[in-house]
């Protein structure tokens, strides 16, 4: 199921980032200390009752523009691109600015459901100035005060006014996976080989989701849906290259599939956007292929050495199978879908409990954990709680107790045994009785 | 298809600005009702809504 978007627009020191953090609300990332993949948040996920929707703080997307308006512009045209309804963030210590007129001409004209935050409203001066903001000619108006944590469930309220309630959609079970990856790196050359190669069903409907373009295609006589985050770009729009942006659209469609196509480019290599979108598909515990496109661009090309060079580069992503294309001349593009095949099968795989426990108990009997203060981890027994990733709860004597080197120790054990390529997989420990 | 071409039939902006500045009117005369605000303050904001009505209104008429 798509969710629907919400993204915050204003000029700048309106107080965006601190509206948006409260509405997101703490997240802990599970791949924050791996270094290379820290981030700025610009585009969350939130939950408020029963609905849950996509937050995109629009300030947080540096066009490295000086340039108040071509900002204000980018700002405007992506919150109208991607947002089902967009917060318009004023300053309401501050009072009504002109500048405030430049932003409201650039949303007005466009179906999209505004509501104009009075951000600041924290004292009676303040409160003030809130009349002046109806000049803006919106219709609807209400204040907060982002820093003192008021007014927010007004806001939510109204953010969720039109949204469907959760169970709207139908499931689909088909396998979703999408093309992800920075600017010009071959992405939609990938996936027009790829669409010539394996037998395309329905080209472009647009049905499903109002902005994504999916296509289904077979393989094997199944049915997959392919998530095309190139083509959903506009032509023209000037924020099309920009970094955050393009990591913003890639995390929109990691968040919909199954599995993520991760394509670099052989020519460049591997550089920080790749890892922060790598990092992403991890926290959302997604299937991952690494696909090296432009292959034949390299002069001697030697896969097992840009294979080791991958593998160092992507420490905490070993488990994602590596395939090296070219999209231009389709070389051995139909490698691919047998990956996406097996990938497919290994983020849904269940693993019978005697087995699992077998494993672990040999694992444990082969090195047994370090004793800590006079006491030693006993794992009493551990079961699959979860798939899509995979996911195994270890009940344990004191959870404490798990070094990082030891969870990491069994997470090789279980993939040296299982079959489990392509897919994270997620170790949770747990006291007795818990 | 069908468009509905009243929807898409985009309203004037001064319009809208006016029926909103009518809104705010109204919220600024309920919460004087209310006290939450002096006398001076409700009197200040009432003239500088006025004078912004005053100027959309003739804006209208003008058209």
């Not at chain 1, 997240?27 to 937050?55: C, H, L, M, Q, W």
């Not at chain 1, 090195?367 to 027994?381: E, M, V």
Request: charged share 30%; glycine share 6%; with cysteine.
């Amino acid at each position: 199921m798509k969710l629907p978007t919400v993204a915050l627009v204003g000029r700048p020191n309106v107080g965006k980032s601190t509206i948006f953090n409260k509405i997101v609300g703490e997240k802990i990332s599970i791949i924050e200390d791996t270094p290379g993949v820290t981030r700025d948040r610009i585009y969350s996920e939130a939950s408020y009752k029963d609905y849950k929707f996509n937050v995109i703080d629009t300030g947080g997307i540096d066009s490295s523009n000086e340039n108040f308006n071509d900002n204000i512009k980018m700002q405007a045209e992506i919150a109208i691109d991607e947002a089902d309804v967009v917060l318009f963030v004023v300053d309401g210590k501050e009072g009504l600015t002109s500048n405030d007129f430049v932003v409201r001409d650039m949303l007005r004209n466009n179906r999209k459901k505004v509501i104009v935050v009075i951000n600041k409203i924290d004292n009676k001066k303040s409160e003030e100035n809130i009349y002046d903001f109806y000049e803006l000619g919106f219709d609807c108006y209400l204040q907060v005060s982002g820093e003192h944590g008021i007014g927010f469930f007004e806001l939510f309220d109204e953010i969720i006014k039109n949204f469907p309630k959760k169970d709207a959609d139908e499931e689909d079970n088909r396998l979703k996976f999408s093309v992800i990856g920075r600017p010009n790196v071959g992405k939609s050359s990938l996936i027009n080989a790829l669409l010539n190669e394996e037998r395309v069903i329905v080209s472009n409907i647009a049905g499903t989701t109002r902005d994504a373009v999916d296509t289904v295609l077979k393989y094997n006589d199944e049915e997959f849906i392919m998530i095309d985050t190139a083509g959903m770009r506009k032509k023209g729009r000037i924020y099309e290259n920009i970094e955050k942006y393009s990591l913003m659209r890639s995390m929109k469609a990691i968040d919909r599939s199954n599995i993520c196509l991760l394509v670099i480019n052989a020519e460049e290599g591997i550089i920080e956007h790749d890892k922060h979108i790598a990092g992403y598909v991890l926290e959302k515990g997604k299937g991952l292929i690494i696909v090296v496109n432009k292959w034949d661009t390299v002069k001697n090309p030697n896969i097992k050495e840009y294979t080791d060079k991958i593998r160092n580069e992507f420490q905490f992503l070993n488990y994602a199978p590596i395939v090296f294309v070219s999209a231009l001349t389709k070389k051995r593009i139909h490698t691919i879908m047998p990956e996406v095949l097996k990938v497919g099968e290994n983020i849904k795989r269940e693993i019978p409990t005697s087995i699992l426990n077998n494993v672990i108990n040999d694992a444990y009997l082969l090195n047994a954990p370090p004793s800590y203060k006079g006491k030693r981890l006993k794992i009493y027994f551990t079961n699959q709680s979860g798939i899509q990733p995979p996911k195994f709860t270890f009940h344990v004597n004191n959870k404490g107790l798990v070094h990082f080197s030891y969870k990491r120790y069994l997470e090789n054990k279980l993939r040296e045994n299982f079959n489990l390529e392509g897919t994270p997989i997620i170790l949770q420990f747990k006291n007795r009785g818990e | 298809m069908i468009f509905d071409f009243f929807k898409n039939k985009p309203k004037t902006n001064d319009e809208e600005v006016l029926k909103n500045l009518l809104k705010s009117q109204e919220l600024l005369n309920k919460r004087f009702e209310m006290k939450q605000m002096t006398n001076e303050t409700y009197l200040k904001k009432a003239k500088d809504l006025r004078k912004k009505i005053e100027k959309y209104q003739k804006r209208i008429e003008e058209k």
